[in-house]
């Protein structure tokens, strides 16, 4: 398989004031087409900076970051973000879904930066929607849904513009532990049907047991890439689970 | 243009968002607004009653009135001396070819009596020219006749409220007033003119022949039984203004055998430039209205200005999301001048329809004529657009140059 994701000496440094702090330290690695990751590690490790170069909302102070065969470092503003458009798809902690808004329209969001017609834009927001387990809820507005709703929504707005990558930071952080492991089946499914490469920071080891592969980080250096051999299917693991109890509707 | 409905939707849905806020920033243009239609069409009525006015008067006229002379080194005022003659007047008339008639006048203070009515007037003794001249036309009745003024005859044509102060309701025609014992027989009644620029009634006048008024109303000057108060002189057209007045200048100076260097025994007054300064004042005053106006809608633009800074930095985290999703520089950019442009307009549109009804209103209650042109209103729109575009960009500029991700960890 083809590496949709090439990393080369990947350096990154902030000026807090006159000190030069150096998050990334030359970092090298690939990710697979179709692959499914996690990245791990403690606070301050550069994890999030890492994202946010992958996510093509930062640029790397030195080094090469390839995604599906552009080299990143040399876009500028607007091309970063039609990159952003076209190849990622971001799933947040905190959903960042625009208030007052249907979750239709949510979804539709990263078509609104297309050139697509708004009849396709509906069409191919309700498919995202029903491919999440939505269906019938699009008229729905975010006050009114559920933390794991909320989620899916944003999961469906990630993939509406079909994605090479979804880039997923916590996606789990702010919900309880039967619907992260919902949000992982869904996360596996996609990864699976659709063969979006799939890459998720998180905290929790057993969000990382889903995935195929784990990073972990720490100083701003890999300090261990291993491939899971046997991850776990969350489909299933939700099939153990005691029945399923009304979500309560999220307080946020 | 698909993105540009898009756009105007995610504005419209931005702002009914908060609704007590949008209607608040708008107060702020249709206050300007609607106060600029209103003052302007307020300066406008002003202008056009004056420029009616002036019209009413008649028109290119010159009046030539006797000057002041200097006797031994003692100045005396003008008018002072009748140096004017009805041979004056004939001669202009004759020998200046810009000159298109030429009416002398006399004038006086009467009492004119019907039956137990009297009334004090103005009292003008003038040739048919005069009637030209002064653009009058008849609401009933004849003017009198050039063989009228030829033999003095005792024939009289009265203002409108002469004639309503006389006779009431009645047609005075035919009827006969008496004049210093004088029976004389009404002509005719000239149609109202109404105020003059200088806001006298110009209805409250009778008109005798020339003739006539000084042989039995005003009485003769004794020393020169042809002299005149004043000579009406209109010119040609209003080119020919200059030209007639240089022309009858040099041939009353030759007349009044004035030697090079001396001061003229008369006095040349352009009405036309008298009341275009009065013309002149009322356009000032409407620009300077207007002015004070804008200065409004200038206030309401940096309303929107502040509110707009307030609504970027409460969306900080909406505008790093859809920068996230792919909103390039320009989609935030166009995203908040459309926000700012339609609170803008909409302010501008209902400041319109206020400042309307605002002119209706005074011109109802205050009596005062008010003129709003489509001009106005265009340039009213149109610049209240403006207005959204100039105070909505620094914000939104602001907005689309935001780092997506410290937008997006904005709480």
Not at chain 1, 105 to 120: F, I, R, S
Not at chain 2, 5 to 27: D, E, F, G
Not at chain 2, 328 to 355: N, P, W, Y
Request: aromatic share 4%.
């Amino acid at each position: 398989m083809a590496a949709v994701i090439e990393i080369k000496d990947l350096v990154k440094d902030y000026k807090l004031g006159q000190v030069p702090v150096h998050v990334l330290k030359g970092i090298s690695f690939e990710i697979e087409r179709g692959d499914f990751v996690t990245i791990m590690g403690p606070s301050g490790s550069g994890k999030s900076t890492l994202m946010n170069i992958l996510g093509c909302l930062d640029k790397p102070t030195s080094g090469i970051y390839k995604l599906d065969g552009i080299s990143v470092g040399d876009l500028n503003r607007d091309q970063l973000a039609e990159i952003r458009n076209k190849k990622i798809g971001f799933v947040f902690q905190q959903f960042n879904l625009l208030a007052r808004t249907s979750a239709a329209e949510n979804v539709e969001l990263p078509l609104m930066y297309t050139d697509t017609p708004a009849p396709q834009r509906h069409q191919r927001a309700m498919k995202a929607l029903l491919s999440v387990g939505l269906a019938g809820r699009e008229d729905h507005q975010p006050s009114q849904l559920s933390g794991g709703q909320q989620q899916r929504v944003a999961i469906a707005r990630s993939m509406a513009n079909d994605p090479k990558i979804i880039l997923a930071d916590e996606p789990t952080g702010a919900l309880d532990s039967r619907t992260s492991i919902e949000i992982m089946a869904i996360f596996q499914r996609l990864n699976r049907e659709q063969k979006i490469t799939m890459i998720v920071v998180t905290h929790d080891p057993d969000v990382a047991a889903y995935s195929n592969r784990n990073i972990h980080f720490k100083d701003g250096k890999l300090q261990l890439d291993e491939r899971i051999a046997q991850p776990r299917d969350a489909a299933k693991d939700l099939e153990q689970l005691p029945a399923e109890q009304p979500e309560a509707v999220a307080a946020a | 243009m698909n993105k540009l409905i898009a756009s105007v939707r995610i504005a419209l849905r931005a702002l009914t968002v908060n609704r007590t806020r949008s209607a608040l920033t708008m107060l702020g243009i249709i206050i300007g607004v609607a106060a600029v239609i209103a003052m302007v069409g307020v300066g406008a009525g002003a202008t056009a009653r004056i420029q009616a006015q002036i019209q009413s008067i008649g028109a290119n006229l010159i009046m030539v009135s006797p000057g002041s002379i200097s006797s031994n080194g003692v100045r005396l005022g003008s008018g002072a001396v009748s140096s004017l003659t009805e041979d004056d007047a004939k001669a202009i008339a004759k020998e200046c070819p810009s000159v298109a008639a030429v009416a002398p006048t006399v004038r006086g203070t009467v009492q004119v009596v019907n039956g137990n009515s009297n009334w004090a007037t103005s009292a003008q003794g003038v040739t048919p020219d005069y009637m030209t001249i002064r653009d009058y036309s008849m609401m009933s009745g004849e003017f009198f006749t050039t063989q009228d003024v030829d033999a003095a005859a005792k024939s009289a044509v009265l203002g409108a409220t002469v004639a309503t102060n006389l006779f009431g309701d009645n047609d005075p025609t035919g009827q006969v007033v008496i004049i210093k014992n004088v029976p004389f027989t009404v002509a005719g009644v000239l149609t109202p003119k109404g105020q003059s620029p200088s806001g006298q009634d110009q209805d409250d006048v009778i008109l005798l022949p020339i003739s006539t008024a000084k042989q039995k109303v005003l009485g003769a000057n004794k020393a020169n039984a042809k002299a005149v108060s004043s000579l009406m002189v209109q010119a040609m057209n209003p080119q020919a203004m200059d030209q007639a007045q240089q022309e009858l200048t040099v041939l009353l100076r030759e007349r009044h055998r004035i030697q090079p260097g001396e001061d003229d025994d008369f006095s040349v007054r352009n009405l036309a430039e008298v009341f275009a300064a009065q013309e002149t004042s009322a356009q000032v005053m409407s620009i300077l209205l207007g002015a004070i106006a804008s200065v409004s809608l200038i206030v309401g633009g940096i309303g929107i200005m502040n509110i707009m800074l307030v609504s970027v930095t409460e969306r900080t985290r909406e505008i790093g999301l859809r920068q996230a999703v792919g909103a390039k520089t320009r989609d935030i950019l166009s995203q908040f001048l459309v926000e700012a442009v339609t609170l803008s307009l909409l302010g501008g549109i209902i400041g319109i329809v206020l400042g309307l009804t605002a002119s209706l209103l005074i011109s109802h209650f205050a009596n005062w004529s008010t003129q709003v042109s489509p001009l106005s209103v265009l340039m009213a729109f149109v610049f209240s657009a403006l207005v959204g575009v100039f105070f909505g960009y620094y914000p939104a500029r602001k907005a689309a140059y935001m780092d997506p991700i410290e937008a997006l960890r904005y709480e």
